[in-house]
């Protein structure tokens, strides 16, 4: 089992940052990718951006791609959503993702077998 929790959400105004942290605690070291998801109002659960946990590659969705930067610090179990110029668009609940196999892509929410309970932002015009 693989715990997670997110933190750093908020309410921010349009043009803002924010950084997002989800830890992770338990069988992390089966860990192969850990991904970002966001739902908006009314929308359906939509790829943010994951990173490979052992290597660091990452990937993001073309929506937040130059604004959305993705990090991982394993000493601490850690991962990061570093976000830039936020738009209204954003608003959502964003959750963290983990997954310890290989089926699917990492855009894919079911590539994923572990989540968080989310964490909201709002981000105001």
């Known amino acids: 089992q693989v715990q997670l929790v997110e933190s750093g959400g908020g309410l921010v105004q349009a043009g803002g940052s924010l950084r997002l942290s989800c830890a992770t605690s338990?069988?992390?070291?089966?860990?192969?990718?850990m991904g970002w998801f966001r739902q908006g109002p009314g929308k359906e659960r939509e790829f943010v951006g994951a990173i490979t946990w052992n290597v660091g590659n990452t990937y993001y969705a073309d929506s937040v791609k130059g604004r959305c930067t993705i990090s991982r610090d394993n000493a601490k179990n850690t991962v990061y959503l570093q976000m830039k110029t936020l738009k209204p668009e954003d608003t959502g609940v964003y959750y963290c993702?983990?997954?310890?196999?290989?089926?699917?892509?990492?855009?894919?929410?079911?590539?994923?077998?572990?989540w968080g309970q989310g964490t909201q932002v709002t981000v105001s015009s």
């Open positions: 993702a983990a997954s310890d196999g290989y089926r699917g892509g990492v855009m894919q929410t079911a590539r994923y077998n572990y």
């Open positions: 338990g069988r992390t070291f089966s860990t192969t990718v």
